[in-house]
């Protein structure tokens, strides 16, 4: 896999507004928010998306859910409602090719969306 500027910010080689960190994954607010609460999750293991998983990653995939939960409570979308997005390759819009969560919240979301 190619390095991605989500490897720099792994390395804390280029700035982000993080907001949890531990061993396995990092969460830092997108530079471009879509929705008042705006959040990456990723995981520090260099994985380019979706397609890419390989079995021995379920562990790790279900750990990122768990802090995406945890997440959503501390920044209080929880009881109103967020969504949790994955793109993935070209047409699915990816364009950093690290996999990612978007943890959206703090507006109505429309579906479906574009
Ligand atoms: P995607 O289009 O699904 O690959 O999402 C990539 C996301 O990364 C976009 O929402 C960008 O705004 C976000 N992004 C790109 N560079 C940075 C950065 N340096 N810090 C925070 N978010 C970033």
Not at 24 to 45: E, G, R, S, W
Not at 50 to 77: F, P, T, Y
Request: aromatic fraction near 6%; hydrophobic fraction near 40%.
């Amino acid at each position: 896999m190619s390095e991605t500027i989500f490897s720099k910010i792994i390395r804390k080689e280029i700035p982000a507004n993080i907001v949890y960190e531990d061993d396995h994954c990092l969460a830092f607010h997108d530079v471009a928010p879509q929705a008042p609460t705006h959040v990456l999750v990723i995981p520090k293991k260099p994985i380019v998306n979706v397609d890419a998983l390989e079995s021995e990653d379920a562990a790790l995939i279900g750990h990122l859910w768990m802090v995406i939960q945890k997440l959503a409570r501390e920044l209080n979308i929880a009881e109103s409602g967020y969504r949790v997005v994955v793109n993935c390759g070209r047409e699915g819009g990816q364009s950093v090719d690290h996999l990612h969560y978007h943890l959206l919240g703090g507006r109505p979301l429309a579906w479906p969306p574009g």
